[in-house]
């Protein structure tokens, strides 16, 4: 006697459908699906094994991509081209979507970390030399680097490597990016499951939110830190205080005590993110107010206010020593719009062709996803989704998308600001792309308890082009995040050089690193800084265009005074021409060319690095000083400094009361009176606190 087939409910409460055709063959497909990804996986970690250092050094324009095999790349594309072709059938396989999405993440984010014995990011190296100081002395430099004004990421990392008896943190560093992208996926899984986005969709925006993620701000840093601490702040914003359409509040049920724990939670995300970061704060303060005025949360716009309080404050007073002296440099390029978006796009296109090439992809490949992003919003309103229809997350997503322009006219951010407006319109930009694929709901019926869930699939062209997007996405996504790799990675002859610096810097050492002739001073390419941030400095010297002219190193080492050093890298070289047009060989005749001086020993000699002394040491003995000047937080203290912190004191409670009562209350419901009384309070207290920071801006020197 047969089973009888099993019935599906049919969505629309209708007659009852057969069981899809379909599903019958699930589990066959279900295998061959699992056994292609396994084996692309596996093909892809078995190429790498090969990677050799001698591949990577023969690394081209095009950066990274260049050293790898061609079954790894391959193997790349086949890992994004699976992934859709398990999301498009008929038939939901969430373990293997997952799989596919973590073997992506560890393809792309972790690649440089599968072939290299390094760290890469010279920066992160410096990085470790925060925590470092910080783990040894306790204190902050504010006035040595401005990055000390904001030392909560440094901090905690110290506290969790020294409680965690952590001695080597390089592993930490090596795959840092792979981590940051883990917690940043499922913070964004959580902000997509608030929007009520289809199941379809909602993978498909966390498959581009990583292969969009090429900007390679997740290494270790208080960028990728507080990014995280971002998407965590919208997932609660989003999921406990999201005002949806129709007059629902998403807390209504929730007891309020635990609503004032989650507010509390907002507030501590904030914090963590306030003490660590400069640009960070500002955004979840913009997402905060923008959500508000589109009625999209039930905070008012005076949480945004209490917000902007604490920011201010911090920058006032925590990071003086930032900013005092500094108005014109900080402040300069506040509502200058072109220059800045200059500075950020068409100043970072130059150098060599290849890498020109690298960077107009990044500008292509962003203007591309936005391109996405916006089709995605007009297919969602061709399907019948217009942005006031109830408890969907258009408006959500417009905001998380375009809000971060508002940065263009803030500053330059060294150049930078274009790449941080793409990190963090990106968890919107990937959702709406994600939109412009799967624009509706596909029904998803109940099923028997074994089986699975059965749906409609998508159109074939739809599907034909998502998988071609995942192709492209992933071959793009290579070169883009990659592309300086040359220049980017951290060599062993590099550390070995630095290492015997740092053993030999008593009292105080020197290093001398290379830079184009006309900006030497640029950020060094090398793994500085990572120990005896207080007892070396680094002073960046003119490479000369011809390398035989080794007599400039000479002067400048005399110049620099007892144990100074000259360090030349094969990376430094590798920017150099990559950058400011020099020859490609110019590091190996300048290695020769100093080999051959008499005037100059190599204490460390390697293949790719080598450093450099005088054989014939300058007279007298090395300072016992370096000047890292003021040791620990740097405060002015004045009438305005006082009147600042009393009406922030003040300011800061009053307004959590209200957002608290409101909570508890679900509104607030008092007379017009009373609201514009409130009104008026805070007013006055932000208006008054405003004033005391200005005056301190322009007070203290």
């Not at 309020?256 to 704060?281: D, I, K, M, N, W």
């Amino acid at each position: 006697m047969t089973a009888p087939p099993v019935v599906l409910d049919d969505p629309t409460g209708a007659t009852p459908r057969p069981e899809p055709r379909g599903s019958r063959r699930s589990c066959p497909a279900t295998a061959v699906l699992w056994t292609a990804s396994a084996l692309a996986l596996g093909v892809y970690l078995a190429s790498m094994a090969t990677v050799t250092g001698a591949a990577l050094d023969r690394m081209d324009g095009l950066g990274l991509v260049s050293a790898l095999p061609p079954a790894a790349l391959a193997s790349a594309c086949a890992l994004g081209v699976l992934y859709f072709l398990g999301l498009n059938a008929a038939v939901a396989r969430p373990r293997l979507q997952l799989f596919l999405l973590l073997a992506t993440v560890l393809a792309l984010h972790g690649a440089a970390a599968l072939v290299e014995p390094l760290p890469r990011f010279p920066t992160a190296w410096q990085h470790l030399g925060f925590v470092d100081y910080i783990e040894r002395t306790g204190h902050t430099l504010p006035l040595w680097d401005a990055r000390f004004s904001w030392p909560g990421f440094f901090g905690l990392a110290a506290m969790l490597f020294r409680s965690g008896g952590i001695d080597n943190p390089l592993p930490v560093l090596q795959w840092s990016q792979v981590g940051s992208q883990l917690l940043c996926l499922a913070a964004l899984a959580v902000v997509l499951r608030a929007l009520d986005l289809p199941r379809r969709t909602r993978w498909c925006a966390l498959w581009f939110f990583s292969v969009g993620s090429w900007i390679g701000q997740d290494y270790f840093s208080p960028q990728a830190y507080t990014y995280a601490l971002y998407l965590c702040f919208l997932a609660v914003l989003l999921t406990v205080f999201r005002e949806r359409t129709g007059g629902r509040r998403s807390v209504g049920g929730r007891p309020g005590l635990e609503r004032g724990l989650l507010l509390g939670l907002l507030l501590l995300l904030f914090t963590a993110a306030l003490v660590s970061h400069q640009l960070t704060p500002f955004v979840m303060i913009a997402a905060v107010g923008l959500l508000r005025l589109l009625r999209r949360t039930t905070l008012s716009l005076w949480f945004a206010v209490l917000l902007g309080a604490l920011a201010l404050a911090w920058i006032s007073l925590a990071a003086e020593g930032f900013w005092s002296g500094h108005l014109g440099t900080i402040f300069g390029g506040l509502g200058h719009l072109g220059s800045n978006v200059s500075s950020g796009v068409a100043g970072r296109v130059k150098g060599d062709p290849a890498h020109q090439a690298v960077l107009e992809l990044r500008v292509l490949l962003s203007a591309a996803w936005f391109g996405l992003a916006v089709l995605g919003w007009w297919r969602r309103r061709r399907a019948g989704y217009a942005p006031d229809s109830a408890d969907r997350g258009d408006r959500v997503l417009l905001v998380l998308a375009f809000m971060p322009f508002f940065t263009l006219g803030m500053q330059s951010y060294g150049g930078e600001i274009a790449l941080r407006v793409f990190l963090f319109a990106l968890p919107g930009v990937a959702p709406l792309a994600a939109c412009f694929f799967y624009p509706r709901e596909h029904s998803a019926r109940e099923h028997s308890p074994g089986e699975h869930p059965a749906r409609e699939r998508p159109g074939r062209s739809i599907s034909v082009l998502v998988t071609a997007w995942a192709a492209i996405a992933v071959a793009a996504f290579g070169i883009a995040r990659y592309g300086n790799e040359p220049f980017e990675r951290v060599t062993t002859g590099e550390v070995a050089a630095l290492d015997w610096v740092y053993q030999n810097d008593t009292p105080s050492a020197r290093v001398l690193y290379l830079g184009p002739v006309g900006a030497p001073t640029t950020t060094p390419d090398i793994p500085w800084n990572q120990r005896g941030m207080d007892t070396i400095v680094y002073i960046g010297t003119p490479a000369p265009p011809d390398p035989a002219g080794v007599g400039s190193f000479e002067t400048a080492l005399r110049s620099a005074g007892p144990q100074s050093y000259l360090i030349v890298t094969r990376t430094e070289g590798a920017d150099l021409a990559a950058n400011d047009g020099y020859a490609p060989d110019w590091y190996a005749r300048a290695r020769a060319a100093l080999d051959a001086d008499p005037q100059l020993v190599a204490v460390v000699r390697a293949p790719d690095a080598a450093l450099y002394r005088l054989s014939t040491p300058p007279p007298g003995k090395a300072a016992t000083d370096i000047g890292i000047g003021h040791v620990g937080p740097v405060v002015h203290w004045s009438g305005w400094t006082v009147a600042e912190a009393v009406l922030l004191a003040v300011l800061v409670p009053f307004l959590l009361r209200r957002e608290v009562i409101a909570l508890r209350a679900g509104a607030i419901r008092t007379t017009r009176g009373r609201r514009w009384a409130f009104a008026l309070s805070a007013g006055l207290l932000a208006a008054g606190f405003l004033t005391a920071v200005v005056e301190r801006f322009l007070t203290v020197r």
